[in-house]
């Protein structure tokens, strides 16, 4: 066990969060197009983790589509 634990461990994962408006309905957006982001305890704000398994390209799409999914919101 220690050695499996081990060898996940060393991977880093990172937490996001940032402010959006109208956070609810953003999160509904965003889970219909199968991008899955989380409430956090503050009010409006969004969090999503990155793996090691993600790259920039999938970062750059991640963003474009929220925009479009704020924009679309306002």
Same mark, same amino acid.
């Given at each position: 066990?220690?050695?499996?634990?081990?060898? =996940?461990?060393? =991977?880093?994962?990172? /937490? *996001? &969060? %940032? $402010?959006?408006? $109208?956070? #609810?309905? !953003? +999160? /509904?957006?965003?889970?219909? @197009?199968?991008? %899955?982001? =989380?409430? &956090?305890? +503050?009010?409006?704000? +969004?969090? %999503? *983790?990155?793996?090691?398994? !993600?790259? =920039?390209?999938? !970062? #750059? $799409? %991640?963003? &474009?589509?929220?925009?479009?999914?704020? #924009? &679309? *919101? @306002?």
């Amino acid at each position: 066990m220690q050695h499996l634990l081990g060898r =996940y461990l060393r =991977y880093w994962v990172t /937490k *996001v &969060s %940032f $402010e959006v408006p $109208e956070g #609810d309905r !953003i +999160i /509904k957006e965003l889970w219909r @197009k199968r991008l %899955f982001v =989380y409430p &956090s305890a +503050i009010p409006n704000i +969004i969090r %999503f *983790v990155v793996g090691p398994h !993600i790259t =920039y390209e999938h !970062i #750059d $799409e %991640f963003v &474009s589509i929220l925009a479009q999914v704020v #924009d &679309s *919101v @306002k």
